[in-house]
Nanobody, 126 residues
Framework: QAQLVESGGGLVQAGGSLRLSCAASGLTFSRYAMGWIRQAPGKEREFVAAIGLNAEYTYYTGSVKGRFTIARDNAKNTVSLQMNSLKPEDTAVYYC???????????????????WGQGTQVTVSS
């Protein structure tokens, strides 16, 4: 059974940094595009970042460009999200996603062969 487990969330002051990690198991990691999705209280899910199979390309939503960096390590089956210059509006539950393509992740619609983690809370105080 495939599993994605996020870690690294927490409480940080505005302007601070956090690094989220996602450990994948039970799937052939190098065959999946990976990404991060978030959901703030009372709001819809939002695409944050995605990375291709071999990290050959990355995508970010506009509000995090220049502040967040997604990376993957196919040898360790992990994907990370380095978040700098955090803002209160970044407060959300962050979910790790694995799917067939980055486009699928960006669509926020998990394919039959895709997986999402349980999420990790990120809270940014002003």
């Amino acid at each position: 059974q495939a599993q994605l487990v996020e870690s690294g969330g927490g409480l940080v002051q505005a302007g601070g940094s956090l690094r989220l990690s996602c450990a994948a198991s039970g799937l052939t990691f190098s065959r999946y595009a990976m990404g991060w999705i978030r959901q703030a209280p009372g709001k819809e899910r939002e695409f944050v970042a995605a990375i291709g199979l071999n990290a050959e390309y990355t995508y970010y939503t506009g509000s995090v460009k220049g502040r967040f960096t997604i990376a993957r390590d196919n040898a360790k089956n992990t994907v990370s999200l380095q978040m700098n210059s955090l803002k209160p509006e970044d407060t959300a539950v962050y979910y790790c996603a694995a799917d067939t393509t980055t486009a699928q992740i960006m669509s926020l619609r998990k394919s039959p062969g895709g997986y999402w983690g349980q999420g990790t809370q990120v809270t940014v105080s002003s």
